[in-house]
C-alpha cells in the first residue's frame, strides 16, 4: 500500500495494485448515490441504515457531509473504492471505532453486484487493515457478517480474520422479522496474519 500524500490521517488515499480508496468528497455523491439506488435491494438487508438514508442525490450529499464530519472526528473512516484503470466507483469500506478513544474497530464494505467476485473486496480491506494498523495504530479490526453471507466470510479468512462468535440480534421493530444470526471474526494487530499484510 502506498499512500498518496502526507497529510494527516484523515486525507490519506490509499493505493493497491488495482483500486484507489479515497475519503469521501462533496463531488462524489452522484456516484455514491447511484451505486446505492442500483444495488439497493442486494444490499439493504446488510446495509439498513445506509440504503435507508440515502434515497435521493440530496440525501447522498447529505450523508458525504456527515461522513468527512465523522472523519474529521477521528470515529469513523469512509472511502470510496475506485478501480484505477477505469477511473469507475465500485464499492466502499468503511472502518468504524467501537469506542472514542479506543484502538478497536470495525470494518463493513460493499460493492457494486457487476464487481464482485474479482477479488476487489479483498483487496480494499487488506489496504484498509493496513491503515488500520500502521497509521490509526488499531490493536483490533472486526468483521461481523450475516450467516450465510458465504462471500463476505471468505474475504475475511482471505485476510487473515479468525471466527470469533455468532450472535442474533434481536428483533427488528420496524419488521417484525427476526434478524439473521450474525457471525463475528477479528483480527489483532500481533496476529501473524496482520503482519503479514506490511
Known sequence: MRQLSSSPATQTELLTDRLLLKPYGPGMAQEFWQLLDQNRSRLQSDF????????????????????????????????????????????????????????FAEVGYYLSEEAEGQGYATEALKAMLRYAFQVLRMDCVNVRC?????????????????????????????????????NVYRLLRHDHQAAQLR
Open 48 to 103: 439498513p441504515d445506509r440504503t435507508k438514508a440515502v434515497q435521493t442525490l440530496a440525501d447522498a450529499e447529505r450523508r458525504l457531509r456527515l461522513l468527512a464530519l465523522q472523519l474529521r472526528a477521528g470515529d469513523l473512516y469512509s472511502f470510496g473504492i475506485w478501480r484505477q484503470e477505469e477511473q469507475d466507483y465500485i464499492g466502499d469500506i468503511t472502518l468504524r471505532r467501537l469506542a472514542r478513544g479506543k484502538l
Open 146 to 182: 450475516a450467516e450465510g453471507n458465504d462471500r463476505s466470510k471468505r474475504v475475511a479468512e482471505r485476510c487473515g480474520f479468525t471466527y470469533t462468535r455468532t450472535y442474533t440480534p434481536l428483533v427488528q421493530e420496524e419488521t417484525g422479522v427476526p434478524s439473521r444470526p450474525i
